[in-house]
């Protein structure tokens, strides 16, 4: 009945983005992400040490840049931007820090539903790889301010990340880091676009980006 | 400044009043008095130029129709202050309760009049203060005060709140009401800047600085670019002091103690800088008609080796208050706007916090100002942090007017002689930017040379009235906060 | 292996000499005719797969291109080469009379054209990817190299669609990599203990995968794609992106961006086909696609600006391909997107031509475009003909065959929906452009260069023409 | 076999004294050692670590002023809750050397502390002041929020046992294989939420000197002398006790095998009471303390936290 210490890793990287959820503070949402890539990361490692395939270690290391490069990157804009906490959420944070749990909860009973998920209970490895799934698209739907949104996407890739590396036996290495580099791209980009956001509207509230509509 | 009175009637008084003053026309009231209780005095600024215009309006009987109840709130307060010490009754004021005596004086008792008023000329019969009651289910009042847990000033405040948030604030002052303005008339002139000195015991300087430059124009006296130099010199200490303190305080109050440790020992360091020039940490009896107490080389070169340390101590403390996140996030409450800073005509820090651009060294001529006068510190969103950012940036400035002062200095007189005797029937007023803000001196002599009348205007006078207005609908929690951001002095309103 | 790095050469080179050349009219006209160059390579590179001598060549492993997709591939560099012919002129005009407050400068010049050879190459790797995660990364860097093309013009609308589309398309693409990562565990759950993404490996060994997983993964690389594609409910960004782009880039992002998409969902839609052949997934396909179109015909009635007009008759469009996926049939697929893009293209240039020389690109400001310049005004209405499917085109005759050949495959609702969406969507197209075509001329319209401004859109709109008179319906409704 | 049991009712005689020892001592050292660290943080010297002794001594060789106002629970209040937190300290296992004599069942426990804030609350409504009520109504509402964290946390343990004996919970052999995580979580849960309990910064400033802002201090404003004295050592008390519950967690999450030794365990629950301490006062010297607006988002971490433990126990041990 123990948790395997994958598990409890997987657990912690959860935790760690439900946490997220529940502050309007920038700087402590970097923070809590990056414990919870940092966990991530910790998986990646611990698990290529389970396997034996000194190639995942590779790709830890790549996690790794993401866990400290990009929060040191996003600070850096937050710093530059002069804002430091979201301005409004559509959801009370701590409303959606328990609505994270919640979901945590719902995606035990989801990765139960899917078959063939490492035998017949689910493992917590895929629940808590949903969960942060979940976690992410609440950030992105219920915050305003730009820089949350964008951590949102890097949740729900840390979720789906964690989910291959815990449900499938090694992903080549080459998609990992296309994969990784991807990011990273992605990630500068929206993170230069945030100054021109900054410069044209004054704010980095997303809610004010309403002037194309039909109509 | 030597003034002279102009005669304006009772009548036009508040027509032309309101299209001279904020926001109607350019003046500001800088005072509403009166010498003996019939007529009244109205002091006007142009807070630009610098011109200053002095009214005078006789007045029969002991009533006059409200300024106030025809749009002009500058004079909320000070009608009064009219009420209580002259005993001249302002019809239709708005919200007429006493200001400095509170309900153990008689109830026809009015210091400064110089007759009598009959019990039925009084509209009162009670010196009770009737606190505007707020009502509604879930609503109820908070009295805090004139004592309170820690060792502040007596004031009494009644919260009307709803839950955790306050809906009404009600100051009640006058707690420390010790006539000082009568006591000026009654010393001897050589011996009244004691007494205006103690109007306010953080504001020694500015008190005795404004006290001097009135006597010094009503006899007519020049003095020595030394003695002007040091007493600039002295009164950028005691901004300096203050608002390092009062930094302090927000940290305090936000709970960043750590912070506020080190304000406070660099406010010390600023007080000993103090002491080192006057002899006392408060720098008490040293400004003097004429000049200043003494001038010691080695003090002054003391001061300006405190002030290389002090540029390179507060700084770095300061930075670290407003950088903190959530310290910022208290401070962003109790907003006063432009609209209403420029309506009530408030001053100083909270003044030039809403983006009201008035500092009065820029402006009047004591000390070395308006030559030495720093360029002021402008914030424009009227809230705590914004008040903090302009103490931050006046500690600055002010080291840079010490150094620059220490740089000008050269040997001289320290003081000059003055004659004997006041002239007669001469007015004459200053306006000092003490740390607070404007602070105001009037004077006014009778036909043997004495003080008829000494009219002394704090700059809190002008600004508690914002607390009550800038507290409100926000937590009941943030009051402390909001309160030490505007550092009012109760004893320099009382008076 | 050579063939890949002989085409893929050509784009990298440009993107960086993009970067390099400062003179702007020198390096459009460069690239413009470098991008012939790669045309002409990748035919006479690709020509034994066109001809159907070769069925499919494999390079690496992972790395595969079939008929289909060499047809594809040359289409996107056609309508690249197109729109970058076209943008010589188009930007030179800009760069006299701006609109906006923002000055061009070389740049933000050199910047568009290294962007565009980027989302070039990723384009055309969408077409070579057997494995499914390179399809996933390749499409994944056509949304990060065209966000600069979509925010070229640097106003406040531009920055707010560029956001939108980033944002949008980059959660839509995620939720493809989940999906990509289920086929992934599928495939480990049962037929191959080492896992595989190639799907011509996972066809071959379909009925052997974890058909659940499969479905699942195949549900969310539908919603990833389709989101990319422009599907309803999931179309938001394509509009403001369209719009808000300059001409030669909505034109490129019309015309080839949304093939890449719906090609991605192509490839996983085969790997399901071969797992079930009649299965409940065979439905779903045609009927979003026939969502799309009705919920597009309903949105172009409504329209206020001229290029988000254009990108809802895309999103219509979308809509067809996806019914033809639906139906399995690659060629009607292909010839319905040739159609499109050809037409749309000629369109969305012309757009730019209009929007430029009047200044608005509100529908109720424009008017009286035939008296000001005939030539505009009859290729766009030719234009618009033809990317409704009326009759002489290319379009119509690809459009009827997928009715015909749906209600072949007994989705008789679908068809009569669809030809339902599709008159409406053609009355509304047409009373716009009408309005735009007739009426008095606009007095402060400067119309630039009518000659040298309609050769690209005329030789296209001349092309689908061809095609709808040379296609022959009956040997189309019997393709497979 | 007399030996024997000569020897274990030594060993009890030996724990009860560290027992009574232990609470008369630890509790102001634990004060005092946090005063003394925030002091020294804010470059001050600060009082010496006996100080909240000596504090008690003057305190209760003081006068006692009463309202007039007040009943005779304002005078009670300050002994029963002694007595409930005496209780309570002899019953929860905060220390490690504790004798576990009557078994503790945590839904005791937690009546136990609910019953002395009711009685605080009760005394503070007493005495009539305005602050009183004020922090009264204040403490109510940080209550309602932050019981179900300590419920939630302390509960999901018991989950993970089968028990709700705290003794069983800690008792350092059990081997029931409880993941690091469920520990580590159950314990900074319960070190979030005696924050608040114990009316500490962020939430509130033990330090201040405004009454419109204080919470704790509010509700015993209208106490003196020998009366503030006893108030003032059950706080010392709770918060010992607190910290205790939490150092307990973390050990448990900290060690891979049961600890055996005695002394070790001994050593280790002081010691991590006092990085705790340490803990609260670098807390203390770099937040800020929160708008009263804003504080129930930080009480959502705690109870964010409990409800996490309480979802892994439950996931994991109700099958």
Redesign the interface.
């Known amino acids: 009945m123990t948790l395997d210490t994958y598990e409890v890793i997987a657990l912690f990287a959860a935790v760690a983005a439900i946490l997220m959820l529940g502050t309007t503070h920038l700087r402590l949402n970097l923070t809590f992400y990056c414990l919870h890539t940092l966990a991530i990361a910790a998986e990646t490692a611990w698990i290529s040490y389970l396997s034996g395939e000194p190639q995942h270690l590779i790709a830890a290391a790549g996690v790794l840049v993401k866990a400290l490069g990009i929060p040191i990157f996003l600070g850096w804009i937050i710093r530059k931007l002069d804002v430091d906490s979201d301005v409004g959420t559509y959801l009370p944070a701590p409303l959606c820090m328990h609505l994270g749990i919640v979901m945590l909860g719902v995606s035990y009973l989801l990765s139960n539903q899917i078959p063939g998920v490492n035998g017949d209970d689910a493992t917590f490895g895929a629940t808590s790889a949903i969960g942060i799934l979940f976690c992410g698209i609440l950030l992105m739907l219920t915050r305003k301010v730009a820089i949350s949104q964008i951590v949102g996407f890097l949740v729900i890739e840390n979720g789906i990340y964690l989910f291959a590396l815990t449900q499938t036996r090694g992903m080549p290495l080459i998609i990992e880091m296309g994969l990784l580099l991807e990011v990273l791209v992605a990630v500068m980009i929206t993170g230069l676009l945030l100054f021109n956001i900054k410069k044209s509207f004054e704010h980095i509230d997303v809610t004010q980006l309403t002037e194309l509509r039909d109509q | 400044m030597n003034l002279s009175p102009r005669i304006v009637p009772l009548d036009s008084l508040p027509r032309e009043l309101k299209s001279a003053v904020q926001p109607h026309g350019e003046w500001r009231l800088g005072l509403l008095t009166s010498l003996d209780g019939s007529q009244l005095i109205t002091l006007l600024l142009q807070p630009v130029t610098g011109e200053i215009q002095l009214w005078e309006s006789p007045i029969e009987g002991n009533r006059y129709h409200s300024l106030t109840d025809f749009g002009i709130p500058q004079a909320h307060w000070f009608e009064r202050g009219l009420a209580d010490l002259f005993g001249l009754f302002p019809e239709g004021h708005p919200r007429l309760k006493h200001l400095l005596m509170h309900d153990q004086y008689p109830v026809n008792f009015h210091p400064l009049r110089k007759t009598p008023l009959s019990p039925e000329e009084n509209p009162f019969s009670t010196r009770r203060f009737p606190f505007l009651e707020v009502s509604g289910e879930g609503v109820f ?4 005060g004139p004592i ?3 060792v502040i000033e007596p004031g009494h405040f009644r919260f009307s709140c709803f839950g ?1 948030t306050i809906l009404n604030l009600e100051i009640m002052l006058g707690w420390v009401h010790r006539g000082v303005e009568k006591r000026m008339t009654e010393v001897p002139w050589q011996r009244a800047r004691f007494v205006a000195e103690a109007a306010a015991g953080d504001t020694v300087i500015a008190n005795a600085l404004a006290h001097s430059i009135v006597v010094e124009s009503l006899l007519e006296v020049e003095v020595p670019r030394r003695a002007q130099l040091v007493r600039t010199i002295a009164l950028e200490l005691e901004r300096l002091a203050m608002h390092i303190i009062d930094v302090g305080g927000l940290a305090t ?6 912070i ?3 304000m406070s ?1 660099l406010r010390g360091k600023a007080l000993g800088m103090g002491e080192r020039l006057t002899g006392t940490r408060f720098m008490k009896a040293f400004v003097q008609p004429g000049g200043v107490r003494k001038a010691d080389e080695a003090a002054l070169s003391f001061i300006g080796k405190g002030v290389q340390e002090l540029r390179k101590d507060v700084p770095p403390a300061i930075d670290m208050l407003f950088g ?7 401070m962003s ?1 109790g907003k006063v706007s432009h609209s209403l800073a420029v309506e009530f005509g408030f001053v100083g820090i909270l003044g030039r916090g809403s983006g009201v651009e008035y500092d009065a060294r820029t402006v009047f001529p004591h000390g070395a100002y308006p030559q030495l006068a720093p360029k002021p510190v402008i914030e424009q969103n009227g809230d705590i942090r914004s008040r903090g950012k302009i103490r931050a940036g006046e500690i600055s400035s002010s080291l840079d007017v010490i150094a620059a002062a220490l740089d000008e200095l050269t040997d001289g007189p320290i003081c000059a002689d003055l004659p004997r005797n006041l002239p007669a029937d001469k007015f004459s007023c200053a306006i000092v930017e003490a740390f607070r803000g404007e602070l105001i001196h009037l004077a006014c002599t009778d036909k043997n040379g004495a003080f008829h009348r000494y009219a002394i205007k704090d700059p809190s006078f002008n600004n508690w009235t914002a607390i009550s207005i800038a507290i409100r609908n926000n ?6 906060l909001c309160n030490k951001s505007m550092s009012l002095s109760y004893s320099g309103n009382d008076l | 292996m050579k063939v890949l790095i002989v085409l893929g050469i050509l784009p990298i080179v440009l993107a960086v000499l993009s970067l390099l050349i400062r003179n702007a009219p020198r390096l459009r006209l460069f690239v413009a005719v470098m991008h012939w160059v790669q045309l002409a390579l990748s035919i006479w590179l690709l020509l034994p797969l066109l001809d159907g001598t070769v069925p499919a060549v494999v390079y690496s492993p992972g790395l595969m291109l079939d008929r289909l997709g060499a047809m594809f591939v040359i289409l996107t560099v056609f309508v690249i080469a197109s729109a970058s012919t076209h943008a010589v002129c188009y930007f030179a005009e800009e760069d006299i009379h701006r609109h906006s407050e923002i000055p061009s400068s070389p740049m933000r010049n050199g910047v568009f054209y290294a962007c565009l050879n980027i989302f070039m190459l990723a384009m055309m790797g969408v077409y070579f990817c057997d494995n499914l995660a390179y399809l996933w990364m390749c499409i994944e860097a056509t949304t990060l190299s065209s966000a600069a093309l979509v925010f070229h013009d640097r106003t406040k609308n531009a920055l707010e669609a560029t956001w939108k589309y980033l944002i949008i398309c980059s959660v839509g693409i995620a939720l493809a990599l989940f999906g990509t990562v289920l086929v992934f565990t599928s495939s480990q759950r049962g037929a191959f203990p080492e896992g595989s993404l190639n799907v011509s490996e996972l066809i071959l060994r379909a009925n052997k995968l974890d058909f659940v997983l499969l479905r699942l993964g195949f549900f969310f690389c539908l919603i990833g794609y389709g989101t990319k594609a422009g599907i309803f409910p999931m179309h938001s960004w394509l509009p403001d992106a369209h719009s808000e782009a300059p001409a030669p880039a909505s034109a490129v992002l019309s015309g080839a961006l949304l093939n890449c998409a719906l090609y991605g969902i192509w490839r996983v839609y085969q790997v399901i086909l071969a797992a079930s052949p009649h299965g409940f997934v065979n439905h779903v396909v045609p009927i979003l696609g026939t969502v799309t179109v009705v919920a597009a015909s309903i949105f172009l009635v409504r329209q206020y600006s001229f290029k988000r007009m254009l990108a809802y008759s895309s999103i219509e469009n979308v809509g067809l391909m996806l019914v033809a996926i639906g139906l399995g049939s690659g060629p009607l697929f292909f010839l319905q997107a040739v159609n499109h893009s050809c037409a749309k293209v000629a369109l969305f240039l012309l757009s730019g031509n209009i929007t430029a020389a009047c200044g608005t690109k509100r529908l109720n400001k424009l008017h009286g475009i035939l008296k000001t310049t005939p030539l505009w005004g009859g290729l766009l209405a030719l234009a618009t003909f033809a990317v409704t499917g009326a009759p002489p085109f290319g379009a119509f005759v690809s459009e009827t065959a997928i009715l015909i050949t749906s209600a072949n495959r007994n989705h008789w609702p679908l068809a009569v929906l669809l030809i339902s969406a599709i008159a409406v969507s053609f009355i509304a197209l047409c009373l716009h452009i009408g309005r735009i075509l007739v009426g008095q001329a606009k007095p402060d319209c400067h119309p630039f260069q009518p000659m040298r401004s309609s050769i690209v859109p005329g030789v296209l709109v001349v092309g689908v023409l061809a095609l709808g008179v040379l296609l022959r319906l009956d040997t189309l409704v019997k393709l497979p | 076999m007399l030996s024997f049991a000569v020897g274990q009712a030594l060993q009890i005689v030996a724990q009860c004294v560290g027992l009574v020892v232990s609470l008369m001592v630890i509790p102001p050292i634990t004060v005092g050692t946090i005063r003394k660290i925030k002091a020294r943080l804010q470059n001050r010297i600060g009082a010496p670590l006996f100080q909240p002794f000596f504090d008690l001594r003057k305190l209760s060789m003081k006068g006692e002023t009463v309202s007039k106002e007040t009943s005779w629970l304002f005078r009670a209040t300050a002994v029963i809750n002694l007595s409930i937190m005496l209780l309570l300290a002899c019953l929860v296992p905060w220390l490690s050397f504790t004798p576990a004599v009557f078994g503790c069942d945590l839904f005791l426990i937690i009546y136990l502390f609910a019953l002395s804030r009711f009685f605080t609350v009760l005394s503070a409504l007493d005495s009539g002041s305005a602050f009183s009520g004020f922090g009264a109504s204040r403490e109510v509402t940080l209550a309602l929020l932050v019981e179900p964290a300590i419920v939630l946390c302390l509960a999901s343990l018991g989950v993970a046992f089968h028990s709700s004996d705290l003794c069983t919970v800690f008792s350092f052999t059990n081997t029931a294989p409880v993941p690091w995580i469920l520990w580590f979580l159950a314990g900074s849960g319960l070190f979030l939420t005696s924050l608040i309990e114990l009316s500490r910064m962020p939430v509130d400033d033990p330090t201040t000197h405004l009454e419109l802002t204080m919470v704790h201090e509010a509700m015993i404003l209208e106490n003196s002398g020998t009366n503030l004295a006893l108030i003032e050592y059950t706080h010392f008390l709770k918060l010992a006790v607190l910290l205790g519950l939490s150092t307990q967690c973390i050990l448990h999450a900290l060690m891979t095998r049961g600890i055996a030794d005695e002394l070790v365990r001994g050593v280790a629950s002081l010691v991590g009471i006092g990085i705790l301490a340490l803990t609260i006062a670098v807390i203390e010297s770099t937040a800020v303390k929160m708008r009263w607006s804003k504080v129930p988002e930080f009480i959502a971490y705690p109870v964010a936290i409990s409800l996490l433990c309480m979802l892994i126990a439950v996931l994991r041990w109700t099958k």
Do not use: C
Not at chain 2, 141 to 144: A, D, I, N, R, W
Not at chain 2, 253 to 258: C, E, V, Y
Not at chain 2, 324 to 330: D, G, K, N
Not at chain 2, 475 to 480: E, G, M, Q, V, Y
């Open positions: 009042e908070l009295p805090v309170h847990a820690g955790e109050d936000i709970g960043l103690l750590g506020a440790a080190s020992r903190v996140q959530a310290a910022r996030e208290r409450v937590l009941i929690a943030d009051f402390p």
